[in-house]
């Protein structure tokens, strides 16, 4: 065995070692992940275990009492989708205001002769009050189109029109992944998962700024050992660490929320690989480029919340108006989550994960050119 | 084997720590590089350890000329780093496996030479303990200990006694004093005149970066502008016409009043000091204590500097 080997192995070692003696900090960079993901997860959770969304709570106030108001009242608590509570108008104003319901419809006064007239081409339109909460306002266009959808299907009918055609389709709506169903821990997991692994390869990236300020790093510069031997070796020892987190805490994820790798296995695992690769060498460079413990640590954690947060670890990028989707694949992070979430819950093959593991080895390579170039050798 | 500082200058930005500095440390002798702090002493042992590339000067080691980075030559150095450089929360033996591992040792031959340097230091008995547990004194044996893992010819000891109680002090002098004494190279910092004058053979004075002085002690105390000194104290300070006197008398050098202590430099004590305290003691000055010593590393460090050690 060579000298260099034995002493690539040595450094290796020591970080490890010094990672699983710190009991404490151990459980708390395995537990929180899992915590944090597994409050996400339940907060996206899909109701009773099923495939169904969440019922969206919508009052109604039926002004007209008329035979079409009420077959559309109906269908309306008939939607697997909604939970309709009829109520007076004043009551579900209130209710919208407070909260506690996401929109009220308000059928006015002569609804059914009005509505009818109007769709044989006779009299005005009559006016559908839609109350919502403007802080959700994706809630407006959904109440609006499944209440278009059942006043149709009911006026169609031929007692209250005659022998017009109903609605020319039925929307069948079908969750789209590879498993039998959705589970929305599996994204909370990747996510959480790639913000504390980030995070844990900041403090290895601290922890060498302060071997520098307690002579250690002196020390280990005394022995005749390249610099790709000391930085390396440092690559090595945090990515082996994160790799070891990310499968703890997906072992976890497995056991308890039942997330599993749907699609390839390998995929995952490269994927997992090379984000562990770039954690660690996101460290390397934020310890090279830093000044002061301090002042590096509070510029890391922001740079870090920044990378996650357009990575969309805590908010799925999907869900990013589209100029910052596109803009957000020039982050590291978004490959990371997308890598995770493709070879989990979306169940794709291994050139799922075969992208965003070249993508973030990239990225790696270029954040350790730049630990190497910007590393402060000689002045300790 | 011989380590040859050769004429080394290092410049941090327009800081010159070390301006010219050359001396030769030899095989079986301790080389005492004093110093007031700040004299470029640690930067010097920077540039001796490979630790830092001299803007010119080279040092050589038995003639090869020493690199930094995986040069093999720094195996033959050990280097004692004034801060100790341990993994505070791993066990002193996973300490020494670590730092033997950085030179290559492995297997039962790293093993014996653990149980070697914890005999050395005597610290066999604490191997299962994290040096968080042990006291100053012990965590700088084990600094050292991890120094002499690899066997190295030459040992740079860069104030390896800095927080030590005076019991601790002596058993790492009687570490380095047995380590020159199987012939090894022994280049020790410090800026405690105490220490070289007990350890080293040979004493290399620096300041602001340059050698002032490269010689023996007993050379060196010779060169001493005086000497002797006797130390006075009164119970009311001596007038200016009484130190005035005192100057003129025969055989005395230099005198100096703080407060109510009067120190007199003589070469010749006999004549100077029952001279000085009968003309004192004629003026009514009444000498409540009275101490005497021979010249030291301090008179020799003021006479080239016109500082004290301690002053700067």
Same mark, same amino acid.
């Given at each position: ?16 070692? *010094? ?19 597994? =409050? ?151 996510? %959480? ?17 302060? %071997?520098?300020?307690?002579? %250690? ?39 308890? =929320? ?26 390397? %460079? ?18 870090? *919340?920044?990378?996650?947060? *357009? ?48 993508? *973030? ?5 270029? =954040? ?13 | 084997? +011989? ?33 007031? +702090? ?5 930067? @010097?042992?920077? !540039? ?19 690199? @930094? ?24 033996? !996973? ?6 591992? $950085? ?66 002090? +002596?058993?790492?002098?009687? @570490? ?16 405690? !005149? ?17 050698? $002032? ?48 202590? !009067?120190?007199?430099?003589? +070469? ?45």
């Amino acid at each position: 065995m060579s000298a260099t080997f034995t002493a690539f192995r040595a450094l290796v070692r020591k970080d490890i070692a *010094l990672f699983l003696r710190d009991r404490r900090a151990l459980v708390i960079s395995v537990l929180t992940p899992i915590l944090v993901a597994a =409050f996400f997860g339940s907060l996206f959770a899909p109701v009773s275990g099923g495939n169904s969304i969440a019922r969206m709570k919508v009052g109604v106030a039926d002004l007209d009492q008329s035979a079409l108001t009420k077959a559309v009242l109906e269908s309306l608590t008939q939607d697997a989708s909604l939970d309709v509570q009829v109520l007076p108008e004043d009551q579900a104003k209130e209710l919208v205001r407070s909260g506690k319901l996401r929109a009220a419809i308000v059928f006015p006064n002569g609804f059914e002769p009005a509505a009818t007239g109007a769709l044989l081409g006779i009299g005005q339109m009559p006016d559908v009050k839609l109350l919502y909460d403007p802080s959700q306002s994706m809630i407006r266009p959904m109440v609006a189109g499944l209440l278009s959808q059942h006043v149709m299907q009911r006026l169609s009918r031929p007692n209250f029109i005659g022998n017009s055609k109903p609605i020319p389709f039925n929307v069948d709506s079908i969750a789209v992944t590879a498993g039998p169903r959705y589970n929305s821990y599996s994204h909370s997991f990747a996510g %959480m998962s790639i913000q504390f692994i980030l995070l844990m390869g900041i403090d290895a990236g601290i922890a060498l700024l302060l %071997m520098r300020q307690e002579g %250690m790093w002196r020390r280990l510069r005394a022995a005749p050992l390249s610099r790709a031997v000391l930085l390396g070796s440092r690559v090595t020892g945090t990515t082996l660490i994160a790799m070891a987190i990310l499968a703890v805490v997906y072992l976890v994820a497995r056991l308890i =929320f039942n997330v599993r790798i749907e699609g390839s296995v390998l995929g995952f695992a490269l994927v997992a690989a090379a984000f562990a690769l770039l954690a660690a060498t996101t460290g390397l %460079m934020i310890a090279s480029i830093g000044g002061s413990v301090g002042a590096t640590r509070a510029v890391a954690t922001l740079l870090v *919340l920044i990378l996650v947060m *357009l990575g969309g670890a805590w908010v799925p990028s999907f869900l990013f108006p589209e100029w910052l989707q596109h803009l957000t694949e020039f982050v590291p992070t978004r490959w990371a989550v997308d890598g995770l979430d493709n070879t989990t819950w979306r169940g794709l093959p291994l050139e799922y994960g075969l992208k965003p593991a070249a993508i *973030l080895v990239g990225w790696s390579a270029l =954040f350790a050119l730049i630990a190497v170039w910007r590393f402060n050798w000689e002045d300790d | 084997m +011989n380590l040859i500082a050769d004429r080394l200058q290092k410049k941090f930005g327009a800081i010159t720590a070390v301006a010219d500095v050359s001396f030769t440390a030899e095989p079986g002798k301790i080389l005492g590089l004093l110093g007031p +702090n700040g004299a470029g002493k640690s930067t @010097t042992i920077s !540039m001796l350890a490979g630790l830092t590339t001299p803007d010119s000067g080279r040092v050589r080691i038995d003639g090869a000329i020493l690199g @930094t980075g995986a040069d093999p030559t720094k195996r033959k150095l050990g280097l004692v780093t004034q801060e100790i450089a341990l993994l505070e929360e791993l066990p002193a033996r !996973m300490n020494l496996e670590f730092f033997g591992g $950085l030179y290559g040792l492995s297997g039962p031959a790293l093993g014996a030479r653990i149980a070697a340097v914890l005999e050395l230091t005597s610290l066999s008995d604490r191997a299962r303990d994290p040096p968080s547990t042990f006291s100053g004194g012990m965590r700088r044996r084990l600094n050292i200990a991890c120094a002499l893992l690899h066997e190295p010819q030459i040992l740079l000891l860069d104030e390896p006694t800095v927080g030590v109680d005076p019991q601790s002090r +002596n058993a790492i002098f009687e @570490t380095i004093e047995a380590l020159a004494g199987q012939g090894r190279t022994v280049v020790y910092t410090t800026h405690y !005149m105490e220490e070289v004058e007990r350890l080293c053979d040979r004493i290399v004075i620096v300041d602001h970066g340059r050698v $002032l002085a490269d010689d023996t002690l007993e050379a060196l105390l010779a060169s001493a502008p005086v000497g002797n000194k006797l130390t006075l104290k009164y119970d009311g300070a001596p007038d200016s016409a009484a130190l005035a006197e005192i100057r003129t008398l025969p055989g005395v050098v230099q005198v100096n009043l703080v407060g109510t202590e !009067m120190s007199v430099s003589a +070469n010749d004590l006999g004549t100077a000091a029952p001279r000085v305290l009968e003309r004192l003691a004629a003026r009514g000055f009444s000498c409540q204590e009275l101490t005497s010593r021979r010249a030291n590393l301090e008179d020799v460090f003021l006479g080239l500097t016109g500082r004290t050690l301690r002053d700067t």
